[in-house]
């Protein structure tokens, strides 16, 4: 058996299509503008704030306002199609009127993780030179330093509460102001979203604009997202996912959601849209569905999700594994589990077999886990519902070919490891101005995951090892490199290595060895240097001081050494 | 003493800051809180098991004048007043037990008061007025029905009707404290120090021991929180009520000066209480790990 057979459709549920033929759309403008002609006034997307706090916009509101937005970046700001638009927020209101906006114009979304420090942001602004940038206001203090040297011509600046009826944005807004103080005066120049949308709506009314035409000029396989992940090389690495990519993969995601009706359900959005994951289905997957499309700003702590599941009949949702082992800790939730619950998505990480039966237990509804890559949009396989495989990633989704191959690009026999590669409408055009890069994982038409796998006969996949040395923690990618650059920044620091860990609750942790030129170098000082220039995620949650590091006869760090030694010591306890 | 007026000044806060409590709620909080009984069972053994003997205790080991001894247990006996459910909630404790516990302590007062009374103090004979227990049932349910009906017709309104009720609570708590202290300046010079140590003792006894009572039945620790104040803080208007209305003259007066101290430092400790709970609340979240989410 080998995997251009497609053993693994024969798994497939009844209602799943093997090949789900040609894009539905032909750009995510046409996507939005025909949903949005099928739903109306329903309710799209709902904020709600750990307080119960709410607002709504219905699929025509969003329409229209997306239309203002692009109307603004394209004749107000005076971008061109193509032009890079950043986009640095947590899930709100603003989200899918900026991104739709923004993707209606014909430009190019670029998502960027809000909790980014000043460098990190900047990093990716050097790379995908943004013409817009659009923040949230408790974000936007660090615009100055991460813009120093390469300015963004325009700002706009939205926040958490926006788009909310007036009593309860003025009270977030006054509590945000004087209580938290987490909003800081903006120090660069700037317009607020609304003031944006207006002079937007004014200009398309005045000049007649046909949104439409700016989509209508641009192709499916027109560049839609600049996705980051990060670089091997310790440089933003922005993946090229076109309009069709998008819709395939949002397409091909929905094909296996069981049970649900177009145009009747509730769906959570606790994970933030500025993933990949969350991007292609939720935002775009559930706005298909036509769906209500509840919307969280921040899940931390859990705790401020009950509001949102008292206050809706919620249907669906996606979560990664944190998510739902989290949620089956809670008391109120397995006190009173949402009733109304069909179906749950897992995706970002591996979903511990565990966690996934505590969840169907306490839910009776099933978790379906994807896995997949920021690369391919990013869904490549799933686990079929009641045909699940622990340990396995599951089977290729629809219109999707996975293969092992080894260093040649043959297909290895079905049984040996080999490198994990894809086939398929969802993998990207490229990496934004790499092409060395994108040619080390574009061979042969096959798309080349980094990942080492195994096939069984039936076609589920197993992975067994990673080629990179990429640490995967909680769903984020994280470069080793990116990690010793910043630690040797440190003038205590004479060298380091850093590796991923197996680790229980996010899948993997980062592990720094260091060899420290200053002997009274603590952890809690590594620790402390990183969080100055990292996200939390990148920073080691684990130190080990080292007088020396294995190196090959070069002088390079050997990193699987170190790893090999970790792995044995793990084993041992 | 307070002046008819500012009574109704602080019922008219009171029916505000519990219609924002009832907008933080919703009918499944109670359901779950009557689904399993056993808290709310904990709750009255605390109320009028624990609370009496302590306040007994308090009377006896203290030589106190007998009017200081019959006010500090009149105040012991008292079912949980309508502040507990306000520090509930800022406690982030379960103000649906909260309430159900205020509600049954209430009803079973009519029985308990002098049922206690009897064992503890034969001789006392106390009138206990029913438009009392029946004004503090109102000023507690009326406004949270209301208040759970709002957040169901409309999240942003019981949302909003909570932040104002929460606004004002806080108002409240600190109202009381500052606007008791300089009222009764002179009452405060003039009193004994047992008295003081009575007045603080059964609260601070109360919430003390009523949080480890439920912690010993296994209560989870949010619903421990929650029967503590609820133990701890007693209806004092009903005590002065009670006193008002089986008394007469300077026995009266003599037999206010527990549950006016009582009344004064309950909203002082209940305060301190809240900070600490608030924070066992916080470290008791859970840490969810950097990454996705």
């Known amino acids: 058996m080998t995997s251009a057979e497609r053993p693994w459709t024969a798994f497939y ?33 709902t904020a709600c704030l750990p307080n119960g706090m709410n607002g709504t916009l219905s699929f025509t509101q969003v329409d229209q306002m997306s239309d203002s937005f692009a109307v603004y970046l394209r004749e107000v700001a005076g971008l ?5 638009v950043a986009l640095q927020m947590p899930n709100g209101l603003a989200f899918p009127v900026a991104a739709f906006g923004i993707l209606k114009a014909g430009c190019v979304l670029v998502n960027i993780n809000p909790l980014y420090t000043a460098e990190e942001m900047s990093k990716q602004f050097v790379d995908a030179e943004p013409h817009a940038l659009v923040i949230l206001d408790m974000f936007a203090d660090k615009v100055p330093q991460a813009t120093r040297g390469h300015p963004i011509p325009n700002i706009i600046v939205t926040r958490i509460a926006e788009f909310l009826p007036a009593l309860p944005r003025g009270i977030v807004g006054l509590v945000q102001k004087y209580w938290d103080q987490s909003v800081k005066p903006v120090e660069v120049p700037h317009i607020r979203l609304p003031d944006a949308l207006a002079a937007g709506r004014a200009h398309q009314q005045a000049e007649k604009i046909e949104v439409d035409a700016y989509h209508q000029s641009i192709g499916p396989d027109d560049v839609a997202c600049l996705q980051y992940t990060g670089g091997t090389t310790g440089v933003a690495k922005g993946a090229m996912l076109t309009h069709s990519n998008l819709i395939m ?12 009706k177009k145009g009747e359900e509730v769906a959570l959005t606790a994970l933030p849209m500025y993933h990949i994951f969350a991007f292609t289905v939720n935002l775009l997957g559930f706005y298909w569905l036509g769906a209500r499309n ?6 931390r702590p859990l705790s401020t999700l009950k509001r949102a599941f008292e206050n809706y009949k919620i249907t669906w949702m996606s979560g990664v594994n944190t998510l739902f082992n989290g949620l089956t800790n809670e008391l109120w939730f397995t006190d009173s589990p949402p009733k109304h619950l069909k179906f749950a998505s897992a995706g970002g990480m591996a979903l511990q077999s565990l966690v996934a039966a505590r969840w169907e237990e306490i839910t009776g509804k099933p978790v379906v886990q994807g896995y997949g890559l920021t690369e391919t949009s990013p869904v490549l396989t799933f686990e079929p519902l009641g045909k699940k495989r622990p340990g396995t ?18 297909e290895v026999a079905q049984g040996q490891p080999g490198e994990i590669a894809a086939k398929g409408p969802q993998v990207m055009a490229g990496y934004w101005n790499k092409p060395d890069e994108t040619a080390k994982v574009m061979k042969d038409g096959w798309f080349l995951t980094g990942d080492i796998g195994v096939m069984d006969a039936d076609g589920y996949f197993t992975i067994v090892d990673r080629k990179k040395d990429m640490v995967v923690v909680s769903g984020f990618n994280v470069y080793p490199n990116e990690i010793e650059d910043c630690l040797t920044t440190h003038p205590g620091i004479l060298e380091s290595a850093v590796i991923g860990v197996p680790d229980a609750s996010t899948g993997e942790v980062v592990k720094a060895f260091v060899v420290a030129r200053d002997p009274s170098l603590t952890e809690a000082d590594v620790r402390a240097h990183c969080k100055a220039h990292l996200t939390a995620y990148k920073i080691p949650k684990r130190v080990e001081f080292r007088t020396e590091l294995p190196k090959s006869n070069v002088g390079k760090i050997l990193r699987k050494d170190l790893r090999a030694e970790e792995l044995a010591q793990q084993a041992a306890e | 003493m307070v002046s008819p007026l500012e009574q109704a ?7 505000a800051i519990m219609l924002g409590m009832g907008a933080s709620l919703t009918p499944r909080d109670f359901y779950l809180a009557l689904r399993r009984p056993y808290g709310l069972m904990i709750g009255l053994v605390s109320q009028y098991g624990f609370m009496p003997l302590i306040g007994f205790l308090l009377a006896t080991l203290l030589a106190v004048p007998e009017a200081i001894a019959i006010g500090i247990l009149i105040m012991s006996c008292m079912p949980g007043g309508t502040t507990s459910n306000i520090f509930t909630y800022f406690s982030k404790g379960n103000l649906a037990l909260s309430v159900l516990m205020t509600v049954t302590s209430t009803v079973a007062g009519v029985v308990m008061i002098p049922l206690v009374l009897v064992i503890y103090a034969t001789a006392l004979d106390l009138e206990i007025p029913r438009e009392n227990i029946i004004a503090t049932l109102i000023l507690l349910l009326v406004p949270v029905g209301i208040g ?16 104002f009720g929460s606004v004002l609570g806080v108002v409240f708590i600190l109202f009381l404290i500052v606007s008791w202290i300089p009222r009764n300046w002179q009452f405060l010079l003039e009193t004994s120090g047992s008295t003081y140590v009575a007045a603080i003792g059964i609260g601070a006894a109360g919430i003390t021991i009523g949080y480890f009572f439920a912690r010993a039945l296994k209560l989870h620790p949010r619903n421990a929180r929650t029967v503590a104040l609820e133990t701890g803080i007693q209806n004092g208007p009903l005590a002065l009520a009670i006193i008002v209305f089986t008394f007469s003259g300077e026995e009266a007066d003599a037999l206010t000066a527990v549950p006016v101290l009582y009344s004064l430092f309950i909203v002082i400790i209940a305060t301190l209480v809240t ?15 950097d990454g996705l989410l």
């Open chain 1, 249 to 260: 993969n949002m397409s091909q995601s929905m094909e296996l959601i069981s049970g649900l």
């Open chain 1, 393 to 410: 990633i599951g089977v290729p989704i629809p219109s999707t070919l996975l293969a092992c191959l080894d260093e040649e690009g043959r």
């Open chain 2, 275 to 289: 900070f600490v709970f608030r924070r066992a609340n916080a470290a008791a979240e859970q840490r969810l790990p």
């Open chain 2, 148 to 163: 759970m009906v709002l957040r169901k017709i409309n999240a942003n309104i019981g949302a909003v009707t909570e932040f």
């Open chain 1, 294 to 299: 509840v919307l969280i700003p921040n899940p």
């Open chain 1, 13 to 45: 549920g009844a209602d799943v299509r093997p090949d789900i033929g040609d894009p539905p759309y032909r750009t995510i403008g046409d996507l939005i503008r025909s949903v949005s002609e099928t739903y109306g006034k329903a309710p799209a997307f």
């Open chain 1, 80 to 84: 061109t199609q193509g032009d890079r």
């Open chain 2, 9 to 15: 000044v602080l019922a008219l806060m009171i029916f």
